[in-house]
């Protein structure tokens, strides 16, 4: 768990880990998929995103990397944006929270509207449902089960 994670709250953190749980980060390597390349090879160190091009097949090639999967081309822009010093796991944190902050599901989550949340963040990672980018998408009630498994509490 990084810095940052330890200060927001139970609901956004077990979002977060629903999150690297549905990109097949979680776990993953030894830094819980903080160094984790699409593919699954690891890289090493946190100074900048590793911009590796992979080739997934039918196609498909991508850039993501980090427990979230972020492209180089969005590393770059949330760099700058953020001001962030290095790829860490704290920035890899702070540039998920805020993507989730710009599709405006903060609130949702903190309010236990996970499958509200979900939905505004399906355009963000291709294996959430609904994400429609050609890819495997997992399915909202694996998601679910993820989420209140990691402390996530859901709405009455």
Known sequence: MSASKETISANLNAFLDMIATSEGTI???D?????VIVGGTLFEPYT?????LVDLGHGLKSTAAGRYQLLHKYWLAYRDQLALPDFSPASQDLIAIQQIRERHALVGIGAGKF???VAACSNIWASLPGAGYGQHENTLATLRDAYTGFGGSLAA
């Open 115 to 117: 499958d509200e949340a």
């Open 31 to 35: 830094q819980d998929g903080y160094n």
């Open 27 to 29: 776990n993953r390597g």
């Open 48 to 52: 900048e995103h590793p911009n590796v």
